[in-house]
């Protein structure tokens, strides 16, 4: 598609509204999932760090009841 001015391309010969829209949409909808990805990856390796903890604690109080 050719456009002859910036104005004409924003329009997008009268569908400027919707078009421009769809895309706002797209890109929150893209942003709010890289979001939520980002944050259960950090939640996952957070539960991740408890567990190792907790084998650990469970394995030295094994081992000091076996003295």
Known sequence: M???????????????????LSYGISFLAILLLAVQSWREKHRIFAAILREQAREQRIQAAQNGSEK
């Open 2 to 20: 050719f456009f002859q001015s910036w104005r004409d391309f924003l329009d997008m010969g009268g569908y400027g509204f919707y078009v421009w």
